[in-house]
C-alpha cells in the first residue's frame, strides 16, 4: 500500500514550526534579498568610496546629490584601524566611457549631466528674406513661370507673349514657341493656340535689349494726342473706332517708326492702361480700326473676330468689270514666304503646308465704261490680304495695288493716284460691355475720294453686299 507524501508547504492550514523549514521561513520573513541601492552601497563600501556619490538617481547638482553630500560629511568616517574586520579594498576595475542605453534613457531630465562647452558656431548665413531676393533675381534673368489672367482669356499665345513683354521682338516670341522653348501646362503649344484663365506659361530666360531711354517731349505727347483723337469715329469707356488714314501702319515693324500702336501710348490713362490694338488693317488700307481701351474689352473683343460675330465691309476700285455682278470666292491662302510676315499669298490647295480656308461675298456696286468697277467685298475668314489676293484671283485686281495688280498693257487712267484703292468702309460688332451692335462707317480716304468724284460714283448709293450671306 502506498502513501501519499507529505505536502511541501507543511500541512495544510497551519504555521509551520520554527526551525522545520528554514529556508522557506527566511524568504518569508526577509522579502527580496537584495535591491540595486543595496547593490551600489555594497559595492561603494568594497572600494571605500561613498555610495551617495554613486548613485545614479542623484546626479551631482541635484536636490537629492545635496541633500547626499550632506548626510556623508556629517557621518563621521571610521578610522583605519577600526577597520581591520574589513576586507581589504578591492581595486575597482575601470568603467566603461558610456553608459548602456538603457540606462540613460531611465534617466530623468533633473539628473542629466551637463553637457559640455559645444565648439563655436560657424558664421551665421543668409538670412530667409536675403534668400528669397538672391532667387527672385535669378528667376528674373532665368526660366519664368506666369499664370493667364482672366482678362487674358482667349489671347494667341504669340500676343500673349508680345504683351507681357513689350521689348521682345515678334521673330523671337515665333522663334520660342516654334522651337519649343514654351510650355503651356506642362506641354508644346503652336503660336495660334489660345490661353484661358489660370493656365500656367514657362518662359525660358529671355535676354532683352533695354533700349535707351528718349525723352519725350510734353508737345509731342499733345501732338500725338491730338493726333489720334481727330482719327475717332466713335469712342466710350471701353472702345473707340478710329478712321485710320492711307499710309500709316499699325504696328511697328522694319523701318517703321511712326505707328498706331505707338501713338497710342499717348492716351494712357491715369490708371496706366494704355488702349489696346483688337485687329489689324494693312499699312496701305485706310477705314474703320477697332481700340479697346481696358484689357477686359481687348479680350471680349477679340473673341467676337473670333467667333465671326463683327461684319465688315470693304470698298475697292477694281480694274476691269466682273461678269457674274455678285458672287462668293472660297479658296486657300498660304504665303509665299512663310518666314515673312508681310509675304505675298498665293491661291494654295487643300492640304498644302501652311494654307488656309479663305471666304468671301462680293458684289459690284457701279462701273464706268467697262474699265473700272467699285466692289464692296464682306469676307467672312479674316486671312492676310484676303480681298486682295481673292480680287485679284477672279481677274479684277484692286487698283494702286503693289504686290496683287498684275494685269498686261493696263494703263491708269488719267487724275487716279496709284494708290491702293481699299477702304475698311463699314464694322458692325457687339458692344463689349452691353452686346448692343455698335454700326460706324468711315468715310473715302483722299485719293479715293477724288477718283470716285472723278467716275461719277456716288457715295451714298445702296450697297448690295448688306444682302449677302454671313458665312
Known amino acids: 500500500m502506498t502513501t501519499r507524501p507529505p505536502p511541501r508547504g507543511g500541512p495544510k492550514g497551519r504555521k509551520p514550526p520554527a526551525g522545520k523549514f528554514p529556508l522557506y521561513s527566511e524568504r518569508a520573513r526577509t522579502g527580496p534579498r537584495t535591491s540595486a541601492r543595496d547593490a551600489a552601497e555594497r559595492a561603494a563600501r568594497n572600494r571605500g568610496d561613498d555610495a551617495g556619490a554613486r548613485d545614479p538617481w542623484t546626479a551631482p547638482g541635484t536636490p537629492h546629490a ?153 508737345a509731342r505727347e499733345q501732338d500725338d494726342a491730338e493726333f489720334i483723337r481727330s482719327l475717332i469715329l466713335y469712342e466710350d469707356a471701353d472702345m473707340m473706332i478710329l478712321n485710320k488714314p492711307f499710309g500709316l501702319a499699325v504696328q511697328g515693324g522694319s523701318g517703321t517708326v511712326r505707328h498706331v500702336d505707338g501713338l497710342l501710348a499717348a492716351l494712357t490713362g491715369p490708371d496706366g492702361q494704355k488702349p489696346r490694338l483688337v485687329h489689324r488693317l494693312d499699312k496701305d488700307t485706310a477705314g474703320c480700326l477697332i481700340i479697346a481701351k481696358t484689357r477686359l474689352a481687348a479680350a471680349t473683343l477679340a473673341k467676337s473676330f473670333r467667333s465671326r460675330a463683327a461684319r465688315k465691309i470693304y470698298w475697292a476700285l477694281t480694274a476691269g468689270v466682273p461678269r457674274v455682278r455678285q458672287g462668293r470666292v472660297s479658296t486657300y491662302l498660304a504665303k509665299d514666304e512663310p518666314t515673312d510676315a508681310d509675304a505675298r499669298m498665293r491661291v494654295a490647295k487643300h492640304g498644302d503646308e501652311g494654307a488656309s480656308h479663305a471666304l468671301t461675298y462680293y458684289a459690284m456696286v457701279d462701273q464706268a465704261a467697262q474699265k473700272l468697277s467699285w466692289l464692296s467685298f464682306k469676307p467672312v475668314t479674316g486671312r492676310t490680304h484676303q480681298l486682295r489676293a481673292h ?24 487724275g487716279i493716284q496709284n494708290r491702293l484703292h481699299l477702304l475698311a468702309r463699314r464694322i458692325v460688332i457687339p458692344h463689349p460691355r452691353t452686346g448692343r451692335p455698335v454700326d460706324v462707317s468711315a468715310p473715302l480716304p483722299p485719293h479715293m475720294a477724288q477718283s470716285w468724284n472723278l467716275l461719277g460714283f456716288d457715295a451714298s448709293r445702296y450697297d448690295p453686299i448688306v444682302e449677302a450671306p454671313e458665312s
Not at 501646362?185 to 533695354?210: F, H, I, T, Y
Not at 480680287?391 to 488719267?414: C, M, Q, R, T
Open 66 to 218: 545635496v541633500a547626499a553630500a550632506a548626510a556623508a560629511a556629517a557621518k563621521p568616517r571610521p578610522a583605519r584601524d577600526e577597520r581591520k574586520d574589513a576586507p581589504p579594498p578591492r581595486k575597482a576595475p575601470p568603467r566603461p566611457s558610456a553608459r548602456p542605453a538603457a540606462k540613460a534613457q531611465n534617466r530623468s531630465v533633473e539628473s542629466r549631466p551637463e553637457p559640455k562647452s559645444s565648439p563655436p558656431a560657424p558664421p551665421a548665413g543668409p538670412t530667409r528674406r536675403e534668400q528669397r531676393a538672391a532667387a527672385s533675381a535669378t528667376l528674373a534673368s532665368g526660366v519664368q513661370t506666369l499664370t493667364v489672367e482672366p482678362d487674358e482669356a482667349g489671347m494667341r499665345i504669340d500676343r500673349f507673349l508680345t504683351a507681357r513683354f513689350p521689348l521682345l521682338p515678334f521673330t523671337r516670341v515665333q522663334s520660342i514657341v516654334r522651337k519649343g522653348e514654351l510650355r503651356v501646362d506642362g506641354k508644346r503649344a503652336k503660336p495660334n493656340d489660345r490661353l484661358e484663365p489660370g493656365m500656367s506659361v514657362r518662359v525660358p530666360p529671355l535676354r532683352l535689349d533695354q533700349p535707351t531711354e528718349r525723352p519725350r517731349s510734353a
Open 391 to 414: 480680287a485679284a484671283h477672279i481677274g479684277h485686281p484692286i487698283v494702286g495695288d503693289p504686290k496683287y495688280f498684275s494685269v498686261e498693257n493696263w494703263e491708269l487712267p488719267g
